[in-house]
């Protein structure tokens, strides 16, 4: 049963890895990054994706009017972990153009793309639980109140079923 899960996972991240890489018009010289996902552009955290940047803390501290010992908390969080969000998302752009020149070499190995979206599979999982870590810390600086309200805001933003 578990070897039937495995391909599942293994047939589903190489599927979603060979869309990612499909030929297309030559992007490399565009402007236009991780950071424009609708994550990004709602948050105005250009460059800092879902927990960094002084948009997301100004507007956390505004709208669940956080202390400044609180805020000061949060932002230390958030700074301990810029380092790793970096290097994973650096990990993730690499992988990213790997599946892309494997594809538009024409010269598929099926080991070389299984080996790609495994490691894309892994990066994800990481990026989760880095996600993960990093909101529950922020989440034991608030208050109950303040807990609720952020989760009554996540819903309104269509984040709903989402940790």
Do not use: Y
Request: proline residues 2%; charged residues 25%; hydrophobic residues 35%.
């Amino acid at each position: 049963m578990k070897s039937i899960a495995k391909i599942v996972l293994i047939s589903g991240l190489l599927a979603s890895s060979m869309v990612l890489a499909a030929p297309g018009p030559d992007n490399s010289n565009s402007t236009k990054t991780w950071h424009d996902c609708h994550h990004g552009r709602h948050s105005g955290m250009k460059g800092e994706g879902m927990h960094g940047g002084e948009k997301f803390l100004d507007r956390m501290t505004d709208r669940l009017k956080l202390t400044a010992e609180q805020r000061s908390s949060v932002q230390a969080v958030l700074q301990k972990s810029q380092p790793q969000r970096a290097n994973l998302r650096e990990k993730m752009q690499t992988n990213r153009k790997a599946l892309k020149q494997l594809a538009r070499s024409g010269k598929s190995d099926s080991s070389q793309v299984a080996a790609l979206a495994q490691e894309r599979g892994q990066l994800v999982a990481d990026l989760i639980v880095q996600r993960s870590k990093v909101r529950g810390e922020i989440q034991d600086i608030l208050t109950d109140a303040q807990r609720e309200q952020m989760n009554q805001m996540r819903e309104k933003s269509g984040h709903r079923g989402k940790s």
